[in-house]
């Protein structure tokens, strides 16, 4: 039976884990939210990295793990070459914004890209947009910072996530004159899934929703050594152990409103001190 950590400075991570869950029914997970340093986008980088390599490194002294899941936009940006070198002997799956499937799919040719503002400033996300464009040079791509949106999907503020929502989708409207109107709208925080119903009311039918989480599931299979039809071994409720460095209320309730179907009875979030 495999194991495999996922972590996120808060509960966006569950996005991923869903999809995990549903890949990889027999293995057993550990989830970990950095609630006492959430949000990710107050910290400067140095502070992230520093978070990612003792979030890892606890994990690792707890339990053996197969793999380990950075299900965090901004975490991936700034810190996973750094876990990587400090833990070589570790598959590490980080998740970053889905530009060139949303290029590839694109048919009018205009992508829009949410995210926070430290993925959007990183090297990382410039040479991902360099990338695609080089792919696809026909694709114009618009990117609109949304400060705060996490945070409010966090705390569960839901007139807050659609104001933000809002604010989000204008930008992207005024970046698009004279351009084609936008036709995949890639969610470049996996926070963000949980506000798909305020951008579904936003954007209308015609725009697509490009969702990273199941391509993060897919190489998670594919590093564990796993076909992708490789069947799992069921089991009637995964194993999943959650744990929070600060508040444990947000996952908590996080998980009772997104995740109970997959993940069967009680709830119980347990400290992990960092």
Same mark, same amino acid.
């Given at each position: 039976?495999? /194991? !495999?950590? $996922?972590?996120?400075?808060? $509960?966006?991570?569950?996005? !991923?884990?869903?999809?995990?869950? /549903?890949?990889?029914?027999?293995?057993?997970?550990?989830?970990?939210?950095?609630?006492?340093?959430?949000?990710?986008?107050?910290?400067?980088?140095?502070?992230?990295?520093?978070?990612?390599?003792?979030?890892?490194?606890?994990?690792?002294?707890?339990?053996?793990?197969?793999?380990?899941?950075?299900?965090?936009?901004?975490?991936?940006?700034?810190?996973?070459?750094?876990?990587?070198?400090?833990?070589?002997?570790?598959?590490?799956?980080?998740?970053?914004?889905?530009?060139?499937?949303?290029?590839?799919?694109?048919? /009018?040719?205009? $992508?829009?890209?949410?995210? =926070?503002?430290?993925?959007?400033?990183?090297?990382?996300?410039?040479?991902?947009?360099?990338?695609?464009?080089?792919?696809?040079?026909? !694709?114009?791509?618009?990117?609109?910072?949304?400060?705060?949106?996490?945070?409010?999907?966090?705390?569960?503020?839901?007139?807050?996530?659609?104001?933000?929502?809002?604010?989000?989708?204008?930008?992207?409207?005024?970046?698009? =004159?004279?351009? @084609?109107?936008?036709?995949?709208?890639?969610?470049?925080?996996?926070?963000?899934?949980?506000?798909?119903?305020?951008?579904?009311?936003?954007?209308?039918?015609?725009?697509?929703?490009?969702?990273?989480?199941?391509?993060?599931?897919?190489?998670?299979?594919?590093?564990?050594?796993?076909?992708? =039809?490789? @069947?799992?071994?069921?089991?009637?409720?995964?194993?999943?152990?959650?744990?929070? /460095?600060?508040?444990?209320?947000?996952?908590?309730?996080?998980?009772?409103?997104?995740?109970?179907?997959?993940?069967?009875?009680?709830?119980?979030?347990?400290?992990?001190?960092?």
């Amino acid at each position: 039976m495999k /194991t !495999v950590g $996922v972590f996120d400075s808060g $509960v966006g991570g569950l996005s !991923v884990l869903r999809s995990l869950l /549903t890949d990889l029914p027999g293995a057993c997970f550990v989830y970990v939210a950095d609630s006492a340093y959430a949000p990710y986008g107050a910290r400067s980088a140095d502070q992230i990295r520093s978070r990612v390599l003792a979030i890892a490194d606890a994990l690792v002294h707890r339990l053996p793990l197969d793999a380990l899941v950075v299900a965090c936009n901004t975490a991936t940006a700034t810190a996973i070459e750094a876990l990587r070198s400090s833990h070589p002997g570790l598959p590490v799956v980080g998740v970053e914004p889905a530009l060139r499937p949303a290029a590839a799919a694109s048919r /009018t040719r205009h $992508v829009g890209v949410l995210a =926070t503002p430290g993925t959007l400033s990183s090297r990382r996300y410039a040479d991902l947009v360099a990338r695609t464009l080089e792919a696809f040079p026909d !694709v114009h791509i618009s990117s609109q910072a949304c400060e705060g949106l996490a945070w409010a999907i966090e705390q569960g503020e839901q007139e807050r996530i659609r104001q933000l929502c809002q604010a989000a989708w204008s930008g992207l409207q005024a970046q698009a =004159t004279g351009h @084609p109107p936008i036709d995949q709208l890639v969610l470049g925080c996996t926070h963000y899934p949980f506000a798909s119903h305020e951008l579904h009311a936003l954007c209308g039918a015609g725009v697509h929703l490009v969702d990273p989480a199941a391509a993060v599931a897919r190489q998670t299979r594919k590093v564990l050594g796993l076909a992708v =039809t490789e @069947p799992a071994s069921p089991q009637a409720a995964p194993a999943v152990q959650w744990l929070a /460095t600060g508040d444990r209320e947000p996952l908590e309730r996080a998980v009772r409103r997104w995740l109970l179907p997959q993940v069967g009875g009680g709830v119980e979030v347990a400290a992990l001190p960092i």
